[in-house]
């Protein structure tokens, strides 16, 4: 199918490029409410054609949409909005049902239904408004005759609000897209020391410490389960539970292989020297997630040892545990009772095991879309830090950061452009799915 939108002939094929970015932002903006609308028919698609620009010239056929038929998408598009704001204020009266209350989970679980919801319910309610505005000022504009200075006045009324309108469209198509069921649950993140002996195991302490900042920022809650502390500082691994907002959506983006190059402090040389450590994010899961066999399971019981008094250093209160099929193994000792250790060393284990299948999910999902936003694999290079040039190379995006900012916890910058990077794709991907092949 080609559609022909002056001066420009969009035209729907299957294996052709894909638009550029540039393409998309130019869109016309009926154009954009199909793509809005293809989100909410993207279940019901399995098929992802490719979209190309091409002049009216060289068109095989062409279609011209009439006035009705666009009508038709939007009202469709407004319809499932409509829907979407009525369950939205469903969700908000079980709130005070007596029956919802009294049930911890079920209560959690309409809370974060009902917070996914709020932002695409009002941008659509502003965005009916504006609507409303944009229409009045248009009729306005026609009513004046005459008029000059109200027709001016009418015509910079419609110059004000378009934009806007554009502005909440691409919003609402951002708010729509298809969420990670991960996005909002709490994460165990574990640092190890790659190559480099003693230098990685510092990096590795270094890069604790930038996410314990950065943690701060988001009024997020931490605290080390597991930690093995390196010969001259640093951590050859540490594990820390990480709790608040959406922790997994952000810090997912910190999965992978960080590479640090500098002096290290016991060169004497001075030759720079190249190190890494290597970051695996794992989202919490209970045993609903994840089924794990009783003989699947070894644990054993050890003493602790070190700080804690004679309870850790005589009663063996450190638990070792082991998952036979993978041949993971997890050894607690952070707790002063056998139990709690057990408790944690189950939670990481359950962490482990749901991250590897989550992974698995990921990598087929990336090879189906394609993505360039990284491959999410932990072996993947992420990102360098280069302390002679005092930058922080983000390779996945080809950019340069200061490094101190990063090292002071502002992550912010360099996670919101790998989200939007992948909203971008994804937003390619609807775009192209949404479109009819000939």
């Not at 409509?82 to 908000?92: A, K, V």
């Not at 250790?341 to 284990?349: P, Q, S």
Request: proline letters at 4%.
């Amino acid at each position: 199918m080609i559609i022909h939108v002056a001066p420009l002939t969009y035209t729907c094929r299957s294996n052709e490029d894909p638009i550029t970015s540039r393409q998309l932002r130019i869109m016309p903006r009926k154009m954009m409410r199909t793509a809005l609308l293809s989100i909410f028919c993207l279940s019901a698609t399995s098929h992802c054609s490719a979209f190309m620009i091409q002049s009216p010239s060289i068109a095989s056929r062409q279609l011209y949409p009439s006035p009705t038929r666009l009508n038709e998408f939007d009202d469709a598009m407004k319809a499932r909005l409509d829907g979407i704001r009525t369950s939205y204020q469903t969700l908000t009266a079980r709130l005070a049902d007596p029956d919802v209350l009294s049930d911890p989970n079920l209560l959690k679980q309409i809370m974060s239904d009902r917070a996914q919801a709020q932002d695409i319910v009002s941008t659509f309610d502003d965005y009916c408004k504006l609507q409303e505005e944009l229409a009045q000022a248009r009729e306005l504009f026609q009513e004046a005759g005459d008029d000059n200075e109200l027709r001016e006045m009418a015509r910079d009324e419609v110059k004000l609000m378009e934009p806007q309108v554009t502005e909440m469209e691409e919003r609402m198509m951002r708010l729509l897209l298809p969420r990670d069921k991960n996005d909002n649950r709490n994460v165990m993140l574990e640092i190890r020391a790659g190559t480099g002996g003693s230098e990685a195991a510092i990096f590795t302490g270094d890069l604790l410490d930038v996410y314990r900042k950065y943690f701060a920022t988001q009024n997020w809650k931490s605290s080390v389960v597991d930690s093995s502390p390196g010969d001259s500082g640093g951590y050859t691994k540490v594990t820390m539970e990480v709790k608040g907002d959406m922790v997994y959506s952000k810090l997912k983006w910190e999965a992978g292989v960080h590479r640090v190059q500098r002096v290290p402090a016991t060169e004497t040389q001075g030759r720079v020297h190249t190190s890494t450590a290597t970051i695996a994010v794992m989202p919490e899961c209970d045993e609903i997630d994840i089924n794990i066999g009783p003989k699947d399971i070894e644990m054993s019981t050890t003493r602790s040892g070190g700080a804690g008094g004679q309870n850790v250093n005589k009663v063996e209160t450190a638990a070792d545990l082991v998952h036979k099929p993978t041949g993971i193994r997890i050894k607690c000792t952070q707790e002063r009772s056998q139990l709690k250790n057990k408790e944690l060393a189950m939670k990481i284990l359950l962490a482990k095991l749901y991250d590897i299948e989550n992974e698995k999910r990921e990598m087929e999902e990336r090879a189906r879309r394609g993505s360039q936003v990284g491959t999410g694999s932990r072996s993947e290079k992420v990102r360098t830090y280069n302390w002679k040039d005092s930058r922080v190379s983000e390779h996945r995006l080809n950019q340069n950061y200061p490094l101190q900012q990063v090292l002071n916890g502002d992550l912010e910058p360099l996670i919101e452009s790998l989200i939007a990077k992948d909203q971008e794709e994804k937003l390619k991907e609807l775009t192209l799915g949404s479109a009819v092949v000939k």
